[in-house]
C-alpha cells in the first residue's frame, strides 16, 4: 500500500467548512488500493449543527413549492456541468462507467423528476391542502380540512456506500422540496465522491445558507440532540437501522424514521416461461445484469433466482454462458464489464456469506476464493467473480432466505408449482422488490397478488415491455421505493407521497369563512362576491377567492334532448325512449344527457369575448346528482376556488366551483372548472 498522505475530507455545518480533531479513517480505491482520503467528524458540534439548520430552514420555508421546484432544477444543471469531475473520481468507489451512470445520471434525474413534479403537482403555496372537505354540521356552519405544513426540523441522512451520489440527491429532492432542511451523513468508505458533489452544491449558492449541511464522518452525539420535529432516513445495514431506530431520543421524542436495510430480493420465471421463449431469454438476462451491475452492491439486487425445477439445468445453463463473458477488472479500463467491490473488507463479509449459504447450497459457477481479472490486481483491488449458488431444496433451507451476501452473488431454486415459488418468494422476510417474468395474465395476476403483501415493489417482465422496462433494480422517483419487515419498513421517493412525509398533517376545523381565509380555498359556504365585472374579465392580479357568478336560467326542452342525441351520435334509451326510461328506476321518465347539462351550464356562465380567460383545461370531479328532465330550468353558481400563479409563466390556473341547480334548488351536477388565466390584461 502506498503511504502518500491523503486529503482529509471536510463536514459542512453551520455554513462552513470543518474538519476533524482526530486521525479518522482511511478510505481506499476500491480497485487499487491507494489512499484516497481521510474521514473524521471528531470534535464537531452537532447539537450546534442541528440548532442551526433549524432555525435556517425559515428561509426554505418562506419559498413557496415551485420557488423551490426551480431551485431543484438549477441544482441539478448545476451538478451536470461539472458530472464528469464525479465520474472520474467514482471509479475509486470500484464502479464502472456504466456502474456509475446509475449513482450520477439516476440522481441528476431524481432531483429533475422532484422539480418537475414540484411545478406540476403542487401549488404555489407554502403548504398543501389536502382531500376534500369534510362538513361537521347539517347547516354547513362547521366544516373542516386537512393541511401540510413543513416540519420545523431537521431532515437527517444517513446514506450507504454503494450510491454516493443518488443516495444523496434522492433524499435532499423530497425534503428540500418540502421546505426542510437537510443534514447528510454519507458511509465513510465513499463519502469522498458525496463530499466532491455537496462542494459544487455549496459553489453553486443555489440553496438558501443552511438548507443543507454535510457531515463526513461518525454521527458522535448527532441522535442524542434530535427532536420530535426532526426526521431520520437511514439505508445500510437492518442491524445498524434497529440500533438506530431504538435510539432513546428517537423513541421519546417520537421522531419520524425510515429504513432501507438488507433485502433479499427475488426473480420469479413464469411456469409459461420455457426455454427458447422471449420471458426465459429475459429472465436470464436480468439475473446476470443485477448480479453483476454495481458488482452486485446494489440494495434492489436479485438475491434468489426461483425457476420451474423442469428448467434448472438450462437456466444454469444459459446464466453459467452468460456470466462467464463478464469482464472483471479495473473499472476505469474499458474492456471491464463488473469492477470491484467498495473495500476489501467488503469482499471477505461476502466471501463469508457465502460460505454460510454454500451449506445448504453449492456452488455451480464461479469461486469466491480465486479471482480471474482482465486488469487489475486480485490483492489491492477488492475484486469477485460473480458467483451462483445452486439450493436444490429451498423450502427446507434457511440461509438462502434469511443471508444476504452484498455483492455479485445469487442462488437458483427450483419451484414445484406457482404457489410453491410465490411462497419461496415471501420467504424473505419482507423485501424492495420481486420480479416476475411471464407472457401469461393468470400468472402474472396470481403471482402480483401473492407478492405484494412482501414486496414494495414488483415488476412483470415480458416481451412487450422488454425495450422500454427500467428493469428489476431500478428505483423510479414517481414509485414508491422501500419495503416491509426486513427490507425496513420505509418508503422513499413515490413522488408527491414522499414530499408530505417531512410534513405535518393538520385536520383545521372551523366556521367556512375562516377554514377559506387559513387553505386559500374557496369553501362552500364562504363568503362571495358577486359584483361586476365578470369573474371572466378579470386578470390574475384582480381575480379574487370567491368572486362568483350567478347566471341566469335556461329551460332544457325535449326538443333540446333530442338535437343534442342527433348531433352527438349519443342515443341511449334513457335520453329517447320514454318507456324504457320510465322502467329505469334511477330516471322514471327520458332525461337529459349529463354532458348536455354542462355544455348548458357553459353557455350561460362563459364570458365570450377575448379575455384574462386563456383556455379551459379540463374538468375534475364531475358529479351528475339530479336526473334533468324536460321541462327542467338550469342555473349555474360559478365561483372561483382555487388560484396558482405559475412562477416563470405569464398565466397561471384558476380552479372554479361550479354548481348547476334545477328549478327547486336540488343539485343536478357539481364539478370544477379548470381555466389558464392571463396575469395581467389590457
Not at 431551485?71 to 461539472?82: D, F, I, S, V
Not at 422496462?469 to 418508503?491: C, D, Q
Not at 417531512?502 to 364562504?526: C, E, I, K, N
Request: aromatic share 6%; net charge negative.
Amino acid at each position: 500500500m502506498s503511504d502518500n498522505q491523503p486529503p482529509r475530507l471536510q463536514s459542512h455545518l453551520c455554513g462552513a467548512w470543518r474538519e476533524g480533531a482526530g486521525e479518522g479513517a482511511l478510505a481506499r480505491d476500491a480497485a487499487t488500493g491507494e489512499p484516497v482520503a481521510r474521514v473524521d467528524s471528531t470534535g464537531l458540534d452537532f447539537a450546534e449543527a442541528l440548532a442551526y439548520g433549524r432555525a435556517a430552514g425559515a428561509a426554505l420555508r418562506a419559498l413557496d413549492f415551485h420557488q423551490r421546484a426551480q431551485m431543484l432544477k438549477a441544482l441539478a444543471q448545476a451538478l451536470t456541468e461539472a458530472k464528469e469531475a464525479f465520474y472520474d473520481l467514482s471509479f475509486a468507489t470500484g464502479a464502472t462507467r456504466a456502474d456509475s451512470a446509475i449513482d450520477i445520471e439516476g440522481g441528476l434525474g431524481v432531483l429533475l423528476s422532484y422539480a418537475s413534479r414540484g411545478r406540476r403537482e403542487l401549488p404555489a403555496e407554502r403548504f398543501l391542502v389536502e382531500g376534500e372537505v369534510e362538513s361537521l354540521a347539517r347547516d354547513g356552519s362547521f366544516v373542516a380540512q386537512h393541511i401540510l405544513t413543513p416540519l420545523r426540523g431537521v431532515a437527517v441522512h444517513v446514506d450507504a456506500f454503494n450510491f454516493p451520489v443518488w443516495g444523496m440527491l434522492e433524499k435532499i429532492a423530497p425534503c428540500l422540496l418540502a421546505g426542510m432542511p437537510a443534514l447528510v451523513k454519507p458511509a465513510s468508505q465513499t463519502a469522498y465522491l458525496t463530499e466532491a458533489v455537496f462542494r459544487r452544491i455549496v459553489q453553486s449558492n443555489i440553496l438558501p445558507e443552511g438548507a443543507l449541511q454535510l457531515i463526513c464522518g461518525g454521527v458522535g452525539d448527532l441522535f442524542d440532540h434530535l427532536t420530535g420535529q426532526d426526521v431520520v432516513t437511514f439505508t445500510g445495514s437492518a442491524a445498524t437501522g434497529m440500533r438506530l431506530r431504538a435510539h432513546p431520543r428517537i423513541v421519546q421524542n417520537s421522531v419520524r424514521f425510515t429504513m432501507e436495510a438488507d433485502s433479499l430480493n427475488a426473480c420469479l420465471l413464469g411456469p409459461d416461461a420455457l426455454p427458447g421463449t422471449e420471458e426465459f431469454d429475459l429472465f436470464v438476462k436480468e439475473v446476470a445484469r443485477e448480479m453483476t451491475a454495481k458488482a452486485g452492491q446494489k440494495c434492489t439486487a436479485i438475491r434468489r433466482a426461483l425457476v420451474p425445477r423442469a428448467h434448472v439445468e438450462a437456466t444454469i445453463e444459459a446464466l453459467r454462458k452468460r456470466l462467464d463473458a463478464v469482464a472483471v477488472g479495473n473499472p476505469r479500463a474499458e474492456t471491464t464489464r463488473m469492477g470491484a467491490l467498495a473495500s476489501l473488507a467488503q469482499r471477505e463479509e461476502v466471501r463469508a456469506r457465502i460460505k454460510e449459504i454454500a451449506r445448504e447450497a453449492e456452488i455451480v459457477f464461479g469461486d469466491p476464493t480465486r479471482v480471474e481479472l482482465t486488469s487489475g490486481d486480485s490483492e489491492r483491488g477488492a475484486f469477485l467473480n460473480p458467483v451462483l449458488l445452486y439450493c436444490d431444496k429451498p423450502v427446507s433451507a434457511r440461509a438462502p432466505h434469511e443471508v444476504e451476501a452484498f455483492g455479485p452473488v445469487a442462488t437458483l431454486m427450483p419451484y414445484d408449482d406457482l404457489d410453491e415459488g410465490v411462497a419461496l418468494a415471501n420467504r424473505g422476510g419482507g423485501s424492495l422488490v420481486a420480479s416476475v417474468f411471464t407472457n401469461d395474465e393468470s400468472v402474472a395476476r396470481a403471482a402480483v397478488l401473492g407478492l405484494g403483501h412482501s414486496h414494495g415493489r414488483v415488476l412483470i417482465g415480458n416481451r412487450a415491455s422488454a425495450k422500454s422496462s427500467t428493469g428489476h433494480g431500478s428505483p423510479m422517483p414517481g414509485l414508491v421505493h422501500g419495503g416491509p419487515g426486513r427490507a425496513g419498513g420505509g418508503e422513499e421517493l413515490g413522488g408527491v407521497r414522499n414530499v408530505k412525509h417531512f410534513m405535518q398533517r393538520t385536520a383545521v376545523q372551523g366556521a367556512p369563512r375562516l377554514l377559506s381565509a387559513v387553505t386559500g380555498r374557496w369553501v362552500d359556504g364562504a363568503a362571495v362576491d358577486c359584483g361586476p365585472p365578470h369573474p371572466f374579465r378579470k386578470s390574475l392580479a384582480q381575480l379574487k377567492i370567491g368572486d362568483q357568478i350567478v347566471t341566469a336560467k335556461r329551460v332544457v326542452t325535449l326538443d333540446d334532448i333530442e338535437h343534442f342525441a342527433e348531433f352527438t351520435g349519443d342515443n341511449f334509451y334513457a335520453h329517447m325512449d320514454e318507456a324504457a326510461a320510465r322502467a329505469n328506476p334511477l330516471f322514471g321518465g327520458r332525461v337529459a344527457h349529463g354532458y348536455l347539462v354542462v355544455a348548458f351550464a357553459a353557455g350561460l356562465f362563459v364570458d365570450p369575448a377575448p379575455g384574462p380567460v386563456l383556455a379551459n383545461y379540463g374538468v375534475d370531479n364531475l358529479r351528475f346528482l339530479t336526473p334533468v328532465k324536460p321541462g327542467d330550468e338550469l342555473q349555474a353558481a360559478l365561483t372561483a376556488k382555487e388560484i396558482n400563479p405559475r412562477g416563470s409563466a405569464e398565466h397561471g390556473e384558476v380552479r372554479w366551483d361550479c354548481k348547476v341547480t334545477n328549478q327547486t334548488g336540488a343539485v343536478v351536477a357539481r364539478y370544477d372548472v379548470l381555466t389558464m388565466v392571463a396575469k395581467t390584461w389590457g
